[in-house]
């Protein structure tokens, strides 16, 4: 997808998370070409595997299952990242503010937003070889069309990773590694 196209659907989703709601502006959006579904978290320690249900009941509910275990692991990840980096500090985990797991499809893409209540910037690390964590930006990297952020206007931040549909590029078959 070009990138002023991008921008469009970037554009019309935050309308979308605006606080006004979607389709506030007089802008020529199809609301309905546009399928939404909304999922709030809280701060548990099965918020990802609640999280990952949600994108996989979802996601064959509206049919997309090409898509089904890459979306799983990039909500996955991009979960945990809010937990972990987005809801610091305790005021957050008691005030109760949700980590909301957006996705929206249209027919030609699927985009997947994770949002919290967090300032900080998500930047791909690069971990020491042995470290368990830190990687988790470079997978959504990998297996995502396109990934980003953006400050909401209200407190916190919108982390996303997008799909194209249709003619996507399946990559040579996938190696796993066991490791010993």
Known sequence: MPDHEWEDWLAALDRVLSPGGPWTSGGETDADRLSLALCELRHDPYAARTARTFTTSTLRAWGVTELLDDAELVIGELVINALHHGLRGRAAV???HP???ILALNDVSLVCVVIDDGEEVPTPRDPDFG???GRGLQ?????????GWSPLRSPGKAVWAAFGLGKR??????HLEVCQ
Not at 139 to 147: F, P, Q, T, Y
Not at 169 to 174: D, I
Request: no cysteine.
């Open 131 to 133: 470290a368990e964590g």
């Open 94 to 96: 008691v005030s109760g």
């Open 139 to 147: 997978v959504v990297e990998a297996i995502s069309d396109r990934w």
């Open 169 to 174: 590029t399946t990559p040579a078959a996938r």
């Open 99 to 101: 980590v909301r797991v």
